[in-house]
């Protein structure tokens, strides 16, 4: 036995072992590998050092005396990306990217598209009201879409009347901010302004239903496609009607929307 070890002690003299797997903690005279350092590799130190073969018992029984160890972030072995590589794979939102491939070769889509509904409400105007005039004013829907610069589509279109006015009017929709009218005024929008808007939404005659006391209009499967600048779309009503509402009416425009 004694010389099996003097023959394998002496092959092993100035050879160095590489490893690219973290120490683990419940291997003998090895420290634990600090979690955060993905990737580390263990470099046991040169046997020679000690100028002596090993004995029966530093091989029979390494932890009678353990080799010692030092770390290294590169290796020949392991590849150049990390393990934490998909935090670099994701866009401003933070989804990872379509087809896109980590080091271990994993392939990551986005998310799966979202259903939303956003709503605003206003009590409109006692006067009577004039055809291509603002009908409530402007508003802002915060979050219409996930993340800053996105779009989605608006699926359906949903307006409530409390008063079952039920009205003609055009929905003006905007992917920036811009300078809307007070309810019941001229909608007079600059060109520069009406050049930043992604579209209308028409609610007719034809799409208004009556209750007794109210009404509800539907535009459904619109397919009406967006993208806006920041994460909000701003809005604005134009009547094409000329009703009178009593006070403390209430007016709802909803839409249900499908975000990328």
């Known amino acids: ?34 979690p955060n350092s993905a990737g580390q590799v263990i470099v046991i130190a040169d046997l020679s050092a000690s100028g002596s073969p090993l004995t029966e018992s530093q091989v ?14 590169t290796s020949p072995f392991q590849d150049s990306k990390r393990d934490d590589v998909l935090t670099d794979l994701g866009g401003s939102d933070g989804d990872p990217q379509q087809q896109l491939v980590d080091a271990k070769g994993a392939g990551w889509t986005r998310e799966s598209p979202n259903v939303e509904v956003f709503s605003y409400t206003f009590t409109p105007d006692t006067s009577a009201y004039t055809s291509g005039f603002a009908f409530g004013p402007k508003a802002e829907i915060t979050n219409f ?24 009017m055009d929905i003006f929709l905007f992917e920036v901010d811009f300078t809307g009218q007070s309810d019941n005024t001229a909608f007079n929008v600059s060109d520069s302004e ?3 808007s992604i579209g209308t939404i028409s609610i007719t005659t034809a799409n208004w239903k009556p209750g007794a006391l109210n009404s509800v209009a539907t535009v459904p499967n619109q397919g009406h496609t967006f993208q806006v600048t920041g ?8 009547i094409r009607a000329t009703p009178t509402y009593a006070g403390g009416q209430t007016f ?3 839409f249900k929307v499908i975000q990328e």
Do not use: Y
């Open 252 to 254: 709802k425009i909803r």
């Open 145 to 168: 879409a996930r993340a800053t610069g996105e779009g989605g589509i608006i699926h359906t279109t949903v307006t409530i009347d409390t008063e079952g006015k039920s009205p003609e």
């Open 194 to 196: 009406m050049l930043t």
């Open 60 to 73: 029979t029984n390494p932890s009678t005396s353990p080799i010692p160890v030092t770390t290294s972030t």
């Open 231 to 238: 994460t909000s779309l701003f809005v604005q009503a134009v």
């Open 1 to 34: 036995m004694k010389r099996i070890v003097s023959i394998l002690s002496t092959l092993m003299v100035g050879v160095l072992l590489v490893f690219a797997l973290p120490a683990q903690a419940d291997q003998p005279g090895v420290p634990a590998a600090n």
